[in-house]
């Protein structure tokens, strides 16, 4: 996103460079993504906050209807059981370059992600620790993961089934009040002009990107 308003940045992978998460603790942010001007920081998607901190101009795009929401995440989860289904048990521990999560990690926080957003609804809050939750011992094959992940879709559409046309709303976090986990996504991808050529930080220095 900054690259298209031609905003020059430094990035970091924190899981090829664990030892940079230690550049976000005087901000209290517990994970990624995160940007970083001087003293101001602007930790999620948040699009808008992004543009203000770094001086480009945003355009907000319509929201999608809660009904798109749902059928997008759905046509989301189908994909990932299709995918999971074909790995091989013993390549399920598999990890890509500069990344340390396992393709059965991966497949499982699908998921979990997905499911996180009926338990921020229904419990008020958003706990980082459903981020880190690692499958259990019983998912041991990508049938497993699916069949996991066909549970986590049904509840999913009950919900929504539930609560035809509900708006997005705000909730409750461990880092503060945050946008609930559908409405985080709700927006089109945003294509905000620059308001300069190249366009820099307000404070003349290059954001640093987590």
Request: charged fraction near 25%.
């Amino acid at each position: 996103m900054l690259s298209s308003w031609g905003v020059k940045f430094d990035g970091f992978d924190v899981e090829a460079e664990p030892a940079r998460k230690r550049d976000l603790e005087p901000f209290g942010i517990p994970r990624v993504p995160a940007t970083i001007v001087g003293d101001r920081v602007v930790h999620g998607w948040n699009p808008k906050a992004l543009a203000e901190l770094v001086g480009a101009r945003y355009e907000e795009r319509t929201q999608l209807a809660p009904a798109e929401l749902a059928r997008r995440l759905d046509a989301v989860l189908v994909a990932t059981q299709r995918a999971i289904r074909q790995v091989p048990r013993e390549q399920l521990g598999m990890k890509a370059p500069g990344r340390d999560r396992t393709v059965r990690q991966l497949g499982f926080h699908v998921f979990r992600v997905s499911a996180s957003f009926v338990d921020t609804r229904e419990q008020g809050h958003l706990s980082e620790h459903w981020f880190e939750e690692s499958p259990p011992v019983e998912m041991a094959d990508g049938e497993a993961i699916a069949q996991h992940g066909e549970t986590v879709r049904r509840r999913v559409a009950a919900y929504w089934s539930a609560r035809p046309g509900t708006p997005p709303s705000t909730c409750a976090r461990s880092t503060g009040s945050s946008i609930a986990w559908a409405c985080r996504r709700s927006r089109l991808w945003p294509t905000p002009s620059s308001t300069g050529s190249p366009c820099r930080s307000k404070s003349g220095r290059e954001p640093a990107v987590f």
